[in-house]
């Protein structure tokens, strides 16, 4: 059974840090590529950063680049979302998701991703 669970959301102050978790199970991570969606209310979802776990190609959204880091530890089949600097509109509900890794990241579709977790809720205060 395919798995993921994301973990690390909390509420900090805007220019503050936090670092999210997602730990896969059930597939073989290196054959996927994992991605950090977020999502607001009443907003369309968001593609935030995505890794490939084969080659370790990135992706990160113009929103996020340069405070945003991913990275992925295959040996614990877990991907990591390392939140600098955040900002009060980096508020949302952050989701991980998996797909097959075949030709590009392709971030911005969140529809591609057959694989998601539950959600962590992300809260920046100003």
């Known amino acids: 059974e395919v798995q993921l669970q994301a973990s690390g959301g909390g509420l900090v102050q805007a220019g503050g840090s936090l670092r999210l978790s997602c730990a896969a199970s059930?597939?073989?991570?290196?054959?996927?590529?994992i991605g950090w969606f977020r999502q607001v209310p009443g907003k369309e979802r968001e593609g935030v950063s995505c890794?490939?776990?084969?080659?370790?190609?990135?992706y990160y959204a113009d929103s996020v680049k340069g405070r945003f880091t991913v990275s992925s530890d295959t040996a614990k089949n877990t991907v990591y979302l390392q939140m600098n600097s955040l900002k009060p509109e980096d508020t949302a509900v952050y989701y991980c998701?998996?797909?097959?890794?075949?030709?590009?990241?392709?971030?911005?579709?969140?529809?591609?991703?057959?694989?998601w977790g539950q959600g962590t809720q992300v809260t920046v205060s100003s």
């Open positions: 059930g597939f073989i991570f290196d054959d996927y590529n």
């Open positions: 890794i490939s776990s084969n080659d370790g190609e990135t």
């Open positions: 998701a998996a797909r097959l890794s075949i030709g590009p990241l392709l971030c911005g579709r969140s529809y591609l991703f057959g694989y």
